[in-house]
């Protein structure tokens, strides 16, 4: 052990401090139970603070006639089947629950003027079931739930990156890092782990999440503890990203600007989505959208820099101040754009994983005896298409049970197994990178892989591109084995890279393989070679590197809410 590295020991590690972890953290201190939460951003930068919508709960303040059965219908429905039936009763059941949680942590929601919680539509639901907090709800999430777990006094590290979970004999016993600083190396004993580091969807070069967040970080950590990865091939591409400046390529511009009356047009100045959806237009679903986007832009009907235009300046300025401030705000500050006077170019960008780590329904353990994975980390909630405001209530609600099943696996162990060979492998790993002098540059190859999968598994794919994809993974890899580490006087950021430079390379084979086995094309996921739904592929398909795709029945739907499962009327509403 070096002198710069710190011991710590608790009953439960939280790796990731967004909404899922804080939540879970949250349940284990107000349970007494001994947590540490770490992340390797701030606490309140996390990337929940960026979900803008609402989220979603069977109130009947609106409708009395919801219920969450009704809500759970509309959930499988929107998957197109994959979504496990176990996973969607547990989340739409305790919905409710989960908001009053919030509540009880004072989160400010909009109100009825009789003082209930207000709900509006977001598309694709039968009945108005999103709560919200204007358009900056998961930011206010975000913040009760730092507030919360401050007023608890939960131990909360900032800039912390996890590089391993410590594993013996297929039991979890903690998790290896280093402070993204100053270097300093944290070794952690934990009885269990819950990992809420999110998804993968920076692997591509359009995405809505920000640098360095959402490189498969869970995705890497689980399969090297020895779990599996679930429909890492679905990921939720977004109709709406900026093009420029290139180190914000990807930012949300919000579907509110559809929602209000924006208008999507080509290079040719066409009204281009009268041609793939006449009867919605612009309020067409997210994968349409993205689809009629993308098509346009490969035929040559695109801006030169490859992308459509989306545009709001016919609408009164009124209009745009008061129900797009944010878009507003977010184009003058990035491009100098007063979008009241001209459009926003735009391309599709990969926004949400549907997929994650294998979890288990009623708690979301993973293979390995003592981890848990909730959040965007995790699946088995959102199938082939995400219900828009589902992944936010999916955080507080699985964050409440995983608190207490890892509450319950601490309390049955009557002894903990460490593994000295495990943590000496852990510093070697840290130990060979900061040794790394090769010439290869960490984020010349991370670009190269994003540049692999928008190229090969963007919007749509095929077999030939998707073989082409894994050929250039497997080439990308090999010239990871020569890299350049260099620490310098504004910190171990490099090193960080690294470590997502590793994660990505793993997500990316995940997807690329999930993806050649799913011959059909099916929600979110397009095959130019397999255009219809084959119902022989209703299956969840689960990853591992020593195994490769498996496909995984899903279980049947319970006949109170198969009954319920209808096609939704989307008259006046911004489908998601």
């Known amino acids: ?13 939280v790796i990731g401090t967004g909404g899922s972890g804080l939540r879970a953290a949250i349940e284990l201190a107000e349970a007494g139970v001994d947590v540490i939460a770490v992340g390797k951003r701030s ?24 219920s969450w059965q009704q809500h759970a219908a509309d959930t499988i429905k929107e998957s197109y089947f994959l979504a496990n039936p176990h996973t969607v009763e547990v989340v739409t059941s305790g919905a409710e629950e989960g908001i009053r949680d919030l509540e009880r942590y004072g989160m400010s929601f909009a109100r009825t003027a009789d003082g209930r919680i207000s709900q509006r539509f977001f598309g694709a639901h039968t009945w108005r079931r999103t709560a919200f907090a204007g358009d900056y709800t998961g930011l206010e999430i975000q913040r009760t739930l730092v507030s919360r ?34 270097g300093t190396r944290y070794l952690i004993h934990a ?27 869970s995705f890497r950590l689980a399969v090297e503890a020895g779990a599996r990865l679930r429909d890492a091939e679905l990921v939720q591409f977004h109709p709406s990203g900026v093009l420029e400046p290139e180190n914000a390529a990807g930012t949300l511009i919000s579907e509110a600007a559809r929602g209000e009356g924006g208008i999507l047009r080509n290079a040719l100045g066409e009204r ?3 041609r793939y959806d006449p009867d919605r237009m612009e309020l067409s679903t997210r994968d349409r959208v993205a689809l009629a986007a993308y098509t346009e832009i490969q035929e040559g009907r695109g801006t030169e820099k490859g992308g459509v235009w989306l545009d709001v300046s016919h609408l009164p300025r009124e209009t745009i101040m008061q129900r797009l401030p944010r878009v507003y705000q977010t184009m003058l500050e990035l491009q100098m754009l007063d979008i009241t006077r001209d459009p926003i170019e735009i391309a599709p960008t990969a926004h949400y994983s549907m997929g994650g780590v294998w979890v288990r329904p009623e708690d979301h353990g993973t293979d390995v005896d003592g981890l848990y994975a909730i959040g965007e980390a995790s699946s088995g909630l959102h199938g082939a298409n995400r219900l828009g405001g589902n992944s936010l209530i999916e955080l507080l609600v699985y964050g409440r049970i995983v608190g207490q099943a890892a509450a319950r696996y601490s309390a049955g162990l009557t002894n903990h197994r460490r593994s000295s060979a495990a943590i000496t492998e852990a510093r070697a790993e840290v130990d060979a990178l900061l040794t790394a002098d090769g010439r290869e540059n960490v984020r010349v190859l991370q670009r190269a892989i994003r540049n692999t999968m928008t190229k090969h598994a963007g919007v749509v794919r095929d077999e030939k591109g998707l073989r082409a994809g894994l050929d250039e993974i497997t080439h990308i890899g090999q010239r990871v084995e020569n890299i350049g580490i260099h620490p310098d006087i504004a910190g171990f950021q490099d090193l960080a890279h690294a470590f997502d430079l590793k994660a990505s390379l793993i997500a990316a ?32 398909l689960v990853w591992s590197p020593t195994t490769g795709v498996v496909r995984e029945d899903i279980p049947p739907v319970p006949d109170e809410i198969a009954k319920l499962i209808q096609d939704v009327s989307t008259n006046g509403k911004l489908v998601e």
């Not at 996390?46 to 303040?61: C, D, E, K, V």
């Not at 920076?202 to 498969?216: A, V």
């Open 43 to 66: 606490r309140l930068d996390a990337h929940t603070s960026l979900a803008a919508g609402g989220i979603n709960a069977a109130l009947g303040t609106e409708d009395p006639l919801d």
């Open 509 to 540: 084979q995940a997807t690329l393989e999930s993806a050649l086995e799913r011959r059909e094309t099916r929600g979110c996921h397009n095959r130019s070679d397999y255009p219809d739904l084959d119902p022989k592929l209703q299956v969840n």
């Open 272 to 274: 281009f989505m009268e």
């Open 191 to 217: 009885d269990a782990v819950i990992l809420a580091a999110g998804g993968h969807n920076r692997i591509w070069r359009q995405t809505t999440s920000r640098r360095d967040e959402n490189t498969g970080d």
């Open 149 to 182: 777990a401050e007023q608890l006094e939960v131990p909360i590290l900032d800039g912390i990156y996890i590089t391993r979970l410590l594993v013996n004999d297929n039991r979890v016993f903690g998790a290896y890092g280093f402070d993204i600083n100053d």
């Open 1 to 13: 052990m070096n002198s710069s590295e710190r011991r710590l020991a608790t009953g439960v590690l």
